[in-house]
């Protein structure tokens, strides 16, 4: 897809800070961290979002993340890490390839992934909800 960036960055019309590659995925340094190492993970298989992942490219995915993470980690004398997946808008999902994020994180960095909700839903409630959509 000529317009996705992603895409352009796999086919190579694109550059990158380029740190794993195999049949399957790509991975490179994000061009606007949010943290030290801020890392990408991308399919070479373009889809929308993780909902339309191939499972066989989502296994590579996780086995690119599990291979890099380790030396990220060590790399930027971080303390551990996320890994995150945005899917829509309304999530954070800015380029519409399926992608992983891998955010190296420290104690220090100042940086809070989720809060908690204040009041707490009734979960009763919430989970037969759900169950009906599933």
């Known amino acids: 897809m000529s317009d996705c960036i992603f895409c352009n960055i796999i ?3 694109a550059p990158c800070h380029k740190l794993y590659e195999d049949d399957h995925v790509v991975a490179f340094l994000d061009i ?3 943290v030290l190492g801020h890392t990408l993970v991308v399919p070479k298989k373009h889809s929308n979002n993780v909902l339309g992942l191939d499972p066989h490219e989502a296994e ?3 086995g690119a993340i599990q291979k890099l993470a380790p030396g990220l980690v ?5 303390e551990g890490f996320n890994i995150g997946c945005n899917t829509g808008a309304a999530a954070g999902q800015v380029v519409h390839h399926t992608h992983f994020h891998i955010l190296p994180r420290r104690s220090d960095d ?13 979960l009763d409630a919430l989970i037969e909800t759900i169950r009906k959509e599933l």
């Open 11 to 13: 086919s190579g019309a």
């Open 32 to 34: 606007f961290p949010s």
């Open 60 to 62: 590579a995915a996780i």
């Open 74 to 78: 060590k790399a930027v004398g971080a």
């Open 110 to 122: 100042g940086k809070r992934m989720w809060g908690q909700m204040d009041p707490k839903p009734d």
